[in-house]
């Protein structure tokens, strides 16, 4: 049996060498360069890095894998996997000033994880020495270009010692609500949550054999866990071939993930609710007549909450392509979790709940909730009143409370937030609970995400989930940006927390902003009976938002706070 992922790749390696297990869309075009990996290459790039590692005496010290988008990067992870080094990945800064923010969040990264050496592409290794003697941190850091590592150095590996408590990497968080922490993702937890993408999503060696190993296409940011844990790492897990492209080509052009899922016809394929309205607003004829998206069979969608009228547009526009209702798949996941929590079920269209016949989105379908499915095979998901930790009945918003094998073994370097997070118990339940800081509820034994705890909005003692609000305000005008807008409150003084939108409209809509701005303060009084302190318009792009697309709120509230919103035209202050 698999110890590792280490483990599966050389049983892969020698069983189908051939077998491509990544290519690469150089350019983002389907019908331009590719670059590919065989199973073959693959594990003597891996063990090339591995035994470079084991050379310099790093096992069990951590790497910072910095990479642009490419295939090297998951050479450079499985190399340290293979090496029992703590893989840790990280934006490269570049750009403009090497981009001020990837910068910053690099160098406490390095603080952070104590990193020794940091593995990346020639262009980042070179920038990164120019910026040596201005950059303490990196002060005694081994740096090296894994693509400069000879095969030769392949045949000195020696297969580590690794258990299953074994730290396999450390997946930092976004910081959605607070600075980034590093999750320690053991192998054990690795093994676990791909057996539980594996059977949620219906990797089945039947359904391989039917796609001819064609299980991915992806450009998610694989420094990410839904771009790492997914398409990349269950590739390997099963001995699959993903095809994978850059995140900033897919934002250049959206068209390019539905036409390299056309193209390279996979099971699966997905992203956050964003990626699913950005192809919407590209949906031209053209498009379309040339697209065949009969055979994804998982269009997986999470992240960031699922909305009921992105999956509804989207099935019905691509509908004429051959995309079914039914491969929708909304699902829920967290860093502290490996990955993936719950998931739809293949084959079967999502659950929607409608909106309450007395709440605020009374009779409007795509306001409904939606169902992000049920929990993996060995995965415990509990509903708990966080104060009192008392499991709550079916129904009833709580925290989301997670207990199995895919549950991570704490954040490193931090007791305090580790015993908080992660050692939470439940009467009537053994074992311990991961407290995921994530509200919802229970219905027929699937999970509805409702927010974030940390975000909720208390106004005269009453509980308004921010998410309710903007989704009132995007439902009032055609021209607000279905998933950008950040609601929160703000302290007014006497008269105590008020509500602020801050939402991005079109560039086109500048003119209607005072009508924009009236519309989204009637549509929350009405719906919410409450009153708007204020409402900012901006420009597209302009709101904060974590590496997987997440609304950062509190960082729109300082940015409010501190008057440094680029509003179009002026605010109107109520």
Sequence with gaps: MARSLVDLLTTHASNHPDRTAYRYLVTGDSDAQTQSLTYARLAVRSRAVAAWLQERGLAGSRAMLLYPPGLDFICGYLGCLSAGVVAVPGVPPQGRAQNHRALTRMKRLIADADAKVILGGRDVIAALDAMAEHLPELDGIARVATEDIPDETAPAWREPDLTADSVAFLQYTSGSTSAPRGVM?????????????????????????????????????????????????????LGATATLFSPLHFLQQPAR???????????????????????????????????????????????EPVRAATLRRFAETFGEAGFRREALYPCYGLAEATLMVTGGTVDTPPT????????????????????????????????????????LPEGEVGEIWVGGESVAKGYWRNALATRETFRATLTGHEGRFLRTGDLGFLRGGELFVTGRLKDLIVIDGRNHYPQDLELSAELSHPALRPGCTAAFSVDSGVEGEQVVVVAEVAPDAAGDSEKI??????????????????????HPGTIPKTSSGKIQRRATRAAYLDGTLSPIGASVAG
């Design 185 to 237: 993702v053991t192998h054990g937890n690795l093994l676990d949550n791909e057996r539980v993408i594996t059977e949620r999503m219906g990797h089945t060696p039947d359904t391989l054999a039917a796609y001819d190993h064609e299980m991915f296409v992806s450009w998610l940011p694989v420094y990410h866990d839904m771009g790492l844990i997914g398409p990349v790492l269950n590739t390997v897990y």
């Design 257 to 303: 993930w539905l036409t390299a899922v056309s193209r390279y016809r996979p099971h699966t394929s997905g992203g956050p609710n964003f990626a699913y309205e950005l192809c919407l607003k590209h949906a031209g004829p053209d498009l379309l007549d040339g697209l065949d998206l009969s055979s994804w069979k998982v269009a997986f969608n999470g992240a």
């Design 352 to 391: 929607l709940l409608e909106a309450a016949a007395t709440g605020p989105h009374a009779g409007e379908a795509d306001a409904a909730a939606v169902s992000s499915g049920r929990p993996g095979p060995g995965t415990t998901v509990a509903i708990a009143d966080p104060e009192r930790q008392e499991e």
């Design 517 to 538: 701005t009236d519309l989204i303060r009637s549509a929350i009084g009405e719906s919410h009976v409450l009153s708007v302190r204020d409402v900012v318009l901006v």
